[in-house]
């Protein structure tokens, strides 16, 4: 990856700088409008990516929320490879309708976790009206920046506490959400991962060892502090692998720290995951 990009990416994982100069008041949604959920939905939903198996509707449905590099092809990869599975997916794009640059949320200057938590939320109460969704059977899936808002919102327990881009919470927020799969979170500062999760649903975080990007020690400590709480959370790190193992990307605007190995090793993790949920 070349130097300006990891100092970019670096960004999200220093968001004590951002605090410095003023972004807390971002954090705390002091400077970020709310709006109904309906504005959200019109912003997210001409954007997405619909995969679906054979059969018959409805589908149990994975919601995909891309990491701060933008909607990728691995995303897609990932819808196709659930199809196989017999799980229907909807990968959001938290960018285009924004017009936002991934340059701007990786350094952390835009759309930090507890805003992109109400793509989340929305996207979920969307995606229960739509008739090939089986609305008894969501899971969330992100990568990295992804990760990091549904994290935040599941330490919300929404309505008490909501995404600070949303003046109102849907009924039932997060009805239907029966497990969670997270690649490479940011757990580090700001996070409010380590709270308390109001859905004591099942989650797997897929782990680097060797993450550059994300302080693997943050998550594992998140992990270890939700399963002391008695959430049913459990991690795999691999070994050898950076942030990022399985998005490879035909873009060419960065460079990916793909490894194929790992990606078919954490597809069969995932397939394993899922299949246990579906019992």
């Given amino acids: 990856m070349n130097r300006g990009v990891r100092l970019l990416l670096w960004g ?8 410095v100069v003023g972004g807390y008041g971002l954090l705390a949604g002091w400077h970020i409008e709310d709006v109904p959920p309906a504005e959200i939905s019109s912003l997210l939903r001409p954007h997405d990516l619909v995969f679906k ?9 994975v919601l995909l929320f891309h990491g701060c590099g933008g909607l990728r092809d691995h995303n897609a990869a990932w819808g196709q ?7 229907a997916s909807l990968a959001v794009d938290s960018y285009t309708g924004r017009g936002l640059a991934w340059q701007t949320v990786c350094s952390g200057r835009a759309l930090l976790g507890p805003e992109r938590a109400g793509d989340v939320l929305v996207t979920l109460d969307d995606a229960r009206r739509m008739p090939w969704v089986d609305p008894r059977r969501m899971v969330l899936m992100g990568w990295s920046h992804g990760s990091y808002a549904i994290m935040d919102l599941l330490a919300m327990d929404p309505p008490q506490s909501r995404p600070t881009n949303l003046s109102e919470v849907p009924a039932q927020p997060l009805g239907g959400v029966i497990g969670s799969v997270l690649f490479y979170p940011y757990c580090s500062f700001g996070a409010r991962s380590p709270g308390h999760w109001s859905l004591p649903s099942p989650a797997l975080f897929l782990l680097s060892e060797q993450d550059s990007i994300t302080p ?8 270890d502090t939700l399963a002391a709480r008695g959430l049913p959370v459990t991690k795999h790190v691999y070994p050898g692998v950076d942030h990022g193992f399985d998005a490879f990307d035909t873009r060419g605007d960065y460079e990916s720290m793909y490894d194929e190995g790992t990606t078919q090793q954490a597809r069969q993790r995932v397939a394993g995951f899922l299949a246990s949920l579906a019992r």
């Fill in 81 to 87: 490879f659930l199809a196989k599975l017999g799980w």
């Fill in 53 to 61: 198996p054979d059969g018959e509707e409805p589908f149990p449905t």
């Fill in 12 to 19: 999200l994982a220093g968001l004590v700088g951002v605090v």
């Fill in 216 to 223: 693997i020690e943050d998550c594992i400590e998140t992990i």
